[in-house]
T-cell receptor
């Protein structure tokens, strides 16, 4: 069973630039969620994709956008980067749209630093 | 909205002693509650969940959690702590399509 993989592991960008983060979901999982974890805080929900459609969004501005592909892998795009976007970005996959019985399976994250 | 709170930023215990990491919840309807652990430079790993049934839930690595409806708590416990248990622990509750996490508790187990 292949787990959730994220790339790159680390990234340094300049304020105003754009970034794309990638995630491959665990085999058999059709739902991908993205979270932002600032230093010393718990993960904050950005959005979720189910069968290539956005299926819920947290309190993040439109410059945070995403995609899910037919193989259920996903991308997180952030435009016009701000210093406060510096964080660990976590991707999590699960086996259902809303399945409270199924825990989230997380990747190891992408550490984004905006200077 | 569903939410959880972790009242302690930091918990320190000696190896071999019992440990407790606290979590309280605020939910409407039946609570579904989760614990996750995060080791340095890693993603979160699922430890255990409460859906319904027995108030004492057993999970991975010898951890267990006690669901208490009257106190709206879901504390994580382990009878004998190991140095390798040192990590960041998160309580969580589903809220529609997202999982709401607490702020986390850093557990340090000293030899």
């Amino acid at each position: 069973e292949t787990g959730v993989t994220q790339s790159p592991t680390h990234l340094i960008k300049t304020r105003g630039q754009q970034v794309t983060l990638r995630c491959s979901s665990q085999s058999g999982h059709n739902t991908v969620s993205w979270y932002q974890q600032a230093l010393g805080q718990g993960p904050q929900f950005i959005f979720q994709y189910y069968r290539e459609e956005e299926n819920g969004r947290g309190n993040f501005p439109p410059r945070f956008s995403g995609l899910q592909f037919p193989n259920y892998s996903s991308e997180l795009n952030v435009n016009a980067l701000e210093l406060d976007d510096s964080a660990l970005y976590l991707c999590a996959s699960s086996s259902g749209q809303v399945d409270y019985n199924s825990p989230l399976h997380f990747g190891n994250g992408t550490r984004l630093t905006v200077t | 909205a569903q939410s959880v709170a972790q009242p302690e930023d930091q918990v320190n215990v000696a190896e071999g002693n019992p440990l407790t990491v606290k979590c309280t919840y605020s939910v409407s309807g039946n609570p579904y509650l989760f614990w996750y652990v995060q080791y340095p430079n890693r993603g979160l790993q699922f430890l255990l969940k409460y859906i319904t049934g027995d108030n004492l839930v057993k999970g991975s690595y010898g951890f267990e959690a006690e669901f208490n409806k009257s106190q709206t708590s879901f504390h994580l416990k382990k009878p004998s702590a190991l140095v390798s248990d040192s990590a960041l622990y998160f309580c969580a509750v589903p809220n529609n399509n997202d999982m709401r996490f607490g702020a986390g508790t850093r557990l340090t187990v000293k030899p």
